[in-house]
């Protein structure tokens, strides 16, 4: 059996990550490829009860760390790790950069505190690729504003955005070797023939 392969997306809100998920899930697929498609936080039953606390609840800022990693920890358990075990490919839209991204440089939670976590929860797993979907905050705000039902994080400010968005672009520059910086401001066409040639590379 082929080994299956973690492939994360990430992007502040109105990157347009999830505008390419199902384009890149769909090309896997038709290269032979089993492909399970997930979100954090939720992707399980107890993930998606905690999402809706979490994106909707106040909550003192270690605790929502916390709940971030507990989520992903079930997630793990029950979907992440017995699909890559099948040799299925796992898509997810967000994982841990998203904790380091908004919780890290948006919240500016201390990342020592987020690093322990990641070790507890996930010491030898990471993403093989990661997409990060990266775009003016303009752009994003814009994106955003035409959604009529913003969440908390959705509801935040351009410092905050601009924060997470530059500790997302840390951690590519600190992990070259599974990021790839995607610039999401292009036509859709224009970013899924992008998509197309990293794949054929991967």
């Keep these: 059996m082929k080994p299956g392969k973690f492939i994360t997306f990430e992007g502040i809100d109105g990157a347009g990550k999830s505008t390419h998920i199902s384009f890149v899930a769909s090309l896997l697929h038709d290269r032979g490829h089993t492909v399970l498609t997930t979100r954090e936080p939720g992707g399980t039953p107890l993930g998606e009860k905690l999402r809706a606390l979490l994106l909707h609840e106040k909550m003192h800022l270690e605790t929502e760390a916390l709940l971030m990693f ?56 990471q993403p093989d690729l990661t997409l990060l979907f990266d775009v003016p905050l303009e752009v994003a705000r814009s994106r955003l504003e035409k959604s009529r039902d913003l969440d908390r994080f959705e509801q935040e400010q351009a410092a905050f955005f601009a924060a997470t968005q530059a500790e997302y672009l840390r951690r590519a520059s600190e992990f070259p070797e599974r990021f790839r910086v995607i610039d999401s401001s292009k036509p859709i066409s224009d970013v899924n023939q992008g998509l197309v040639r990293l794949f054929e590379e991967f």
Excluded: M, N
């Design 70 to 125: 507990a989520a992903r920890r079930e997630h793990l358990a029950q979907v992440i790790e017995p699909a890559l075990k099948r040799g299925d490919w796992v898509i997810s839209d967000r994982f841990t950069d998203a904790t380091f991204a908004y919780q890290g440089g948006g919240r500016k939670l201390d990342r020592r505190k987020l690093e322990a976590l990641e070790r507890w929860v996930h010491p030898d797993l």
